[in-house]
């Protein structure tokens, strides 16, 4: 049973609408669809990973969580791609979907990968991010008096990384070796009774929290106002009778209002202003602007020209 199913991201989101809206001469804009195409490669390899699930046989009851977040006592905070539990053990997963030859000095905690092109560039050690994870998941365990074998991995995505002799001894395969970890764990650990499990697995999800990641948005240079989501370039649609109307393709969209209010929320934040809906959404008329708010998710605070507005999650 799957708890947390995957979501696109907020970076994800926000990159989508940064390129939407930057002018493909801006000195952003290669930079950011170089980034989204690596958050979208790292989508695709978690779904690959997915694919692999649904061919294993799993001991049941399980349950899956996945991009679990949450922050530990301290306020640091733990991303883990995939939590799979069943009753011999609870498996945390590291996703990797990264291609060329991977080597690893476990002294310096360190990973190389080496491009087709011959460049080595660094990355961050898998490994020691699981072992913190872990560390906080047995805690978590003591504390709800619950007993559960751990067993952590790195799982890479695709086959075109290849793996060097510095990896040995290391919890690290390719996707297709999961079927076979997994029946080894589950002959390796006796199960726990199988209604234990989904108290402890609900308790984790209701630890879950979204994790709001910084990013740097170049918002003045972006284009303002309703955007076509069919047309490139920022093309604008027009309001005339109460709809929103791409004057190039044609399109009607009954959506544009709640639509550019998510890249509004991601661009700018959750709260807004009169002034700073007809900003963004380049409308000149306060009138029309409050008649489309009212239309909008929103809890209000204030009167008149001090009114302030939330977007309601």
């Known amino acids: 049973m799957i708890l947390l199913a995957w979501q696109p991201s907020d970076s994800q989101k926000i990159l989508e609408a940064m390129l939407q809206r930057l002018p493909q001469t801006h000195k952003e804009y290669a930079y950011a669809r170089e980034r989204l195409g690596r958050v979208k490669a790292g989508l695709a390899g978690e779904q690959r990973v997915d694919a692999e699930w649904l061919e294993l046989d799993l001991p049941a009851p399980h349950y899956f969580l996945h991009d ?14 995939t939590i799979f539990l069943c009753p011999h053990f609870l498996l945390i997963l590291e996703i990797k ?18 491009t087709i092109e011959g460049t080595v560039e660094g990355m961050v050690d898998p490994f020691l991010q699981l072992e913190r994870h872990v560390a906080w998941m047995k805690k978590l365990l003591q504390r709800e008096r619950f007993h559960l074998p751990i067993v952590h991995a790195v799982v890479l995505a695709t086959r075109n990384g290849i793996l060097t002799k510095g990896f040995e001894g290391q919890p690290i395969f390719h996707v297709t070796g999961l079927r076979s970890c997994i029946q080894r764990w589950t002959e390796m650990y006796q199960p726990v009774k199988a209604e234990a499990l989904l108290p402890f697995a609900t308790r984790l999800l209701s630890m879950h929290t979204r994790l709001k990641k910084e990013m740097t948005v170049p918002f003045k240079e972006m284009m303002k106002g309703v955007v076509c989501p069919h047309c490139g370039n920022g093309q604008r649609l027009q309001y005339h009778y109460r709809k929103w109307t791409c004057p190039r393709c044609g399109l009607v969209d009954h959506n ?37 708010l009212q239309q909008l998710p929103l809890k209000a605070e204030g009167e008149k020209k001090h009114r302030k507005y939330w977007i309601i999650d």
């Open 68 to 81: 679990f977040q949450t922050r530990n006592d301290f306020g640091s905070t733990h991303q883990m791609d």
């Open 256 to 292: 544009a209002l709640n639509r550019t209010l998510e890249d509004y929320r991601l661009l700018v934040g959750p709260q807004l202003t009169n002034r700073s809906f007809r900003e963004f959404f380049a409308i000149e008329s306060p009138n029309l602007a409050y008649k489309l």
């Open 97 to 114: 979907n990264i291609t060329g030859i991977l080597s690893y000095d476990a002294s310096y905690a360190q990973l190389t990968r080496t």
